[in-house]
């Protein structure tokens, strides 16, 4: 980040990156507390990640209202726009992060398939990988750093395997168990939250990388899809 005359400037933009990092902090307990409300069958702890999820609304609108004012009054320039632009993607992408971790909380509330040992260990699992992947995506984005950046948008392939393999294994449980769908079913709609919170910390690695370089970068997926339009050309 640029050195810059008016320290409050300097002052504000410390404090968008401030309250950045506390809701990508919040997102990463919610993820825990889902996932750990899943195992246990704890319905009142999957309520306190619900109510916790207009907390996190709260903070992504206090770094909407502050980028605009930045914008407004600094008129940015160069690494400090991307900082400031690249802020509010952060706000919203961690924003639909906590989303996705409240419907987790909320099938998991009377669900009676507490799952199936694998599943459940299965859901445990993905769930500490794309802990992990935010927290590392956080640390990228604390540091400025490309590298650690580029680290996470790597990680993406894991969180697609372990997805797979536990899709493979909730299809053959519902095909085993025809009864049992509806629980299954949602067990399914769990593990594709999860899914797609790897992608959004993917997505914030990607804000990261281009706020750190100035450049945009493409997920391991993505250049993959280009590569095979490629060859069919």
Do not use: W
Not at 179 to 202: P, Q, W, Y
């Amino acid at each position: 980040m640029q050195q810059h005359i008016v320290s409050a400037f300097t002052d504000e933009l410390d404090e968008l990156s401030a309250n950045l990092l506390r809701m990508g902090g919040m997102a990463e307990a919610m993820i825990r507390d889902a996932c750990k409300a899943v195992q246990t069958g704890d319905d009142e702890l999957a309520k306190l990640v619900i109510q916790r999820d207009g907390e996190l609304d709260k903070l992504e609108s206090e770094c909407e209202r502050e980028v605009v004012r930045i914008l407004a009054l600094r008129q940015p320039m160069a690494s400090d726009l991307r900082m400031v632009i690249g802020g509010i993607k952060l706000a919203g992408t961690i924003e639909r992060i906590g989303d996705l971790a409240k419907n987790i909380a909320r099938r998991s509330i009377n669900l009676q398939e507490t799952a199936h040992a694998k599943t459940t260990r299965g859901i445990l699992t993905m769930g500490k990988a794309v802990t992990r992947q935010l927290q590392m995506a956080l640390d990228a984005y604390a540091r400025k750093d490309p590298n650690a950046a580029m680290e996470v948008i790597n990680q993406d392939d894991d969180i697609d395997s372990h997805y797979n393999a536990l899709l493979r294994l909730m299809l053959s449980l519902i095909a085993e168990d025809p009864e049992r769908v509806d629980a299954r079913a949602s067990v399914l709609f769990m593990v594709k939250n999860l899914e797609r919170i790897g992608d959004h910390c993917a997505n914030i690695a990607k804000v990261v990388y281009y706020i750190s370089t100035g450049k945009q970068v493409l997920s391991n997926a993505e250049r993959k899809l280009l590569e095979a339009a490629s060859e069919g050309e």
